[in-house]
């Protein structure tokens, strides 16, 4: 039975369901708005500017994920930057088998980890690059006036994160409270 509906062609096909929530916009408005009023409430529950009435960080958050797809702007960054992060993402988790099966276990590869990070900052800066070409020429004028400092400032995070990977752990001092005074009783 099952075969012989597979062959009329009577199952669902994924790149139809897939074309079908496009052309409704599902990828467009639906996954950024999303997207957008998640952060928003999830900061603005972290942060609790306003303690801890979320009816208000619910309006904000719809606020905020509603005026942002006003113009095309956001589903068009969306679009272009997703696709590129999943192929960055597969890249990194590429590296991290093939370092996983060539080296011995057991030991701690600071080295590795550290061209790990290196790489992952890389791929970053290239989704970022590569996003940012196509929303126009000042992102890219920026990079090309900027690059100096941009690079030295992620020379200086690398240098923190190593410096402060390779320091051993301090040791944990229990804190004691203070003995309270005993005051005698005058009579």
Do not use: C
């Not at 960080?57 to 969306?78: C, E, G, N, R, T």
């Not at 020429?137 to 900027?146: I, K, M």
Request: hydrophobic share 60%.
């Amino acid at each position: 039975m099952i075969g012989g509906i597979l062959a009329s062609g009577a199952y669902l096909n994924f790149d139809s369901a897939i074309n079908s929530l496009q052309q409704a916009g599902v990828f467009s408005y639906l996954i950024p708005f999303l997207i957008i009023f998640a952060l928003v409430f999830g900061v603005l529950t972290k942060t609790q500017i306003f303690k801890d009435n979320k009816a208000i960080y619910a309006i904000i958050s719809l606020a905020v994920a509603l005026m942002a797809l006003q113009f095309d702007i956001v589903p068009k960054f969306f679009s272009d930057i997703f696709p590129k992060v999943g192929v960055g993402l597969a890249v990194i988790l590429t590296f991290m088998i093939l370092f996983g099966l060539f080296l011995p276990k057991g030991k701690n590869n600071h080295g590795i980890n550290a061209l790990l990070f290196v790489v992952g900052i890389a791929i970053v800066v290239v989704v970022f690059v590569s996003t940012f070409q196509g929303a126009g020429d000042t992102a890219v004028v920026f990079l090309q006036r900027n690059w100096p400092l941009l690079l030295g400032i992620g020379i200086a995070v690398l240098v923190v994160v190593l410096v402060m990977g390779f320091q051993k752990p301090q040791e944990k001092r229990q804190f004691v409270w203070p003995q309270p005074m005993l005051v005698p009783d005058s009579e």
